[in-house]
């Protein structure tokens, strides 16, 4: 009798140990042909090393994977493509200093004369692609002057240019503003309606499973706890599943500081990458005992005054002042030794360091100060492993020991351990930028009730969040940034997140005898 399976892959009892770590521990998934699949869990659950074991990347220590029925051996993404499985990663991997269309055929890159790529034909073929798919590009640009969320559109690309029928998306829309993860999604519905492609997502936010997903499966602590028709899920019955208990927001107890100035900031000037205007005669001050929110569209300059702030970028014209020291185009290491701690928004490229240990990264920032060195020379590792097996239990980063290098770390908990490091050198100011992107629901509650200790022990706090019920949920007052320029200043509760879009998109307030622009 011909029979037809639905079923597309079929992973079963799949275990994959790492040294100390049970990543996978017999898992099965069934995915079906033409169905948007959500996968969550809580960091470190195990999902994108089930993802990288159906795309061939790791070799599972057991189990088997079936496609279309039949038993299939992937071991290599060579193999994975060509089942027509391809994988846009959690971490981008592109070439930053190639072009996109470059970057799009590369490793099956059209060829002049056998020997150079022929670059014209790269082009024509990117433009093409663009225009079936519906997702604009410009074959052009080189990959680093572009937004994460047009690189994330090259990727995907990309995975498309190779035949994909099945793609796998790990955390898509972990670094997108909500309008960028808006028209992922719409991608995504077309890819599926229209194109009978399979998306297997990843994603944190329970809100995006319940839009866009037709099943979601449910892992925890290296196991799959279930699959469910998506219109049987709600937000509350995935956080169980995935936590194992209730997840509750519960309102952050905010307690009244005395205003004491701590940073000052007047008329800054700074360009971008592309030697554009970042910021305009930026103003503002924060206070001790102050989260003070950045609202915007990413794109808009936050990236580039968090760095102008902690001197990773040179400013042209204005200055701050740290406790009334001022500061002009100062090194990273001594606006840090003024008491201003940063938790950068791109984790890989400036938070940590993937080859070093999880304690040298712990002790990145201190690892010449007493007590863990001594006279500035001698490592005291007592103290150092001491120090770092705390943070590690404070903030639950999920790891065997701290002596493994950082890069083994699940995404969310590579956050958790940046955050514990700047958390805990107590500096008078906090620069956070997106403190909770790719990061599970539990742990979100976790980071912002201690975003809120730090303020109520009277820290002054910048935070630049793409999310803005972050930014309600968190601030006492926000400024609003639109290409560069600060065009609004509220005390939280004096305006709605529908009315702050306004703000955001380039309605300006009058800021005269506001904070902002009197400073
Ligand atoms: N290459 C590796 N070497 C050693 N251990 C690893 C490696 N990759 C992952 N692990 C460990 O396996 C476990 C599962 O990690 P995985 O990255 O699959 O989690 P995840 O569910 O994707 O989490 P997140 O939501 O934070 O991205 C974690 O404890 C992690 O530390
Ligand atoms: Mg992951």
Request: glycine share 4%; aromatic share 4%; charged share 25%.
């Given at each position: 009798m011909y029979y037809m399976t639905k079923k597309l892959i079929q992973v079963k009892n799949i275990s994959k140990q790492f040294p100390g770590v049970l990543?996978?521990?017999?898992v099965s998934l069934d995915i079906e042909k033409g169905e948007i699949h959500a996968i969550v869990g809580e960091n470190g659950a195990g999902k994108s090393t089930l993802m990288n074991i159906i795309y061939g990347l790791y070799e599972p220590t057991e189990g088997e994977i079936f496609f279309e029925g039949e038993p299939v051996e992937i071991n290599s993404p060579l193999d994975a493509i060509n089942l027509g499985i391809g994988m846009v990663h959690q971490h981008f991997m592109l070439l930053p200093s190639f072009t996109v269309a470059e970057n799009i055929v590369l490793g099956t890159e059209p060829r002049k004369n056998r020997i150079f790529m022929d670059f014209k034909e790269a082009v024509s073929r990117t433009e093409e692609l663009s225009k079936t798919y519906g997702l604009k590009v410009d074959?052009?640009?080189?990959?680093?002057?572009?937004?994460v969320g047009i690189q994330q559109r090259i990727e995907i690309l990309k995975v498309l240019y190779k035949g994909a029928d099945i793609l796998i998306l790990d955390e898509p829309t972990a670094v997108l503003t909500p309008q960028e993860a808006e028209d992922l999604f719409n991608v995504i519905r077309k890819l599926v309606k229209d194109l009978g492609k399979t998306i297997i997502i990843i994603t944190h936010k329970l809100q995006e499973v319940l839009a866009i997903s037709d099943r979601v499966s449910v892992m925890r602590h290296g196991k799959m706890i279930g699959t469910l028709e998506t219109k049987d899920a709600d937000e509350q019955i995935l956080a169980e599943m995935m936590v194992g208990r209730e997840v509750l927001f519960e309102k952050l107890h905010k307690e009244k500081i005395p205003k004491e100035k701590v940073l000052s900031v007047k008329g800054i000037k700074a360009r971008d990458n592309r030697d554009?205007?970042?910021?305009?005669q930026v103003s503002f001050s924060l206070n001790a005992g102050e989260i003070l929110g950045i609202a915007g569209v990413e794109g808009n300059g936050q990236s580039e005054l968090v760095e102008v702030l902690t001197g990773l970028r040179k400013m042209e014209e204005g200055t701050f002042t740290v406790k009334g020291i001022e500061v002009f185009n100062k090194s990273p290491r001594e606006i840090r030794d003024l008491g201003i701690a940063h938790v950068p928004e791109d984790r890989l490229a400036t938070g940590l360091?993937?080859?070093?240990t999880i304690w040298e990264n712990m002790l990145m920032g201190i690892q010449h100060t007493e007590p863990y060195a001594i006279k500035g020379i001698h490592m005291n590792k007592k103290k150092i492993m001491e120090r770092s097996d705390r943070l590690i239990e404070e903030f639950d980063i999920r790891t065997p020991t701290g002596d493994l290098p950082a890069g083994n770390l699940s995404g969310g908990n590579m956050q958790k351990m940046v955050i514990a490091r700047e958390f805990s050198f107590?500096?008078?100011i906090l620069i956070i930028a997106?403190?909770?992107?790719?990061?599970d629901v539990g742990a979100i509650e976790f980071i912002h009730s201690q975003i809120i200790e730090k303020r109520n022990k009277g820290a002054a706090i910048l935070l630049v969040s793409a999310d803005l019920d972050e930014i309600f949920r968190l601030s006492d007052r926000i400024i609003t940034l639109y290409e560069g320029k600060i065009t609004g200043e509220f005390l939280n509760g004096e305006i709605s997140k529908k009315d702050i879009g306004l703000y955001m998109t380039g309605k300006h307030m009058d800021l005269a005898g506001r904070g902002a622009s009197n400073e």
């Open positions: 990543a996978n521990d017999k074959p052009y640009r080189k990959v680093e002057s572009l937004s554009l205007i970042a910021l305009d360091s993937s080859e070093a107590n500096t008078p997106q403190p909770t992107r790719g990061v």
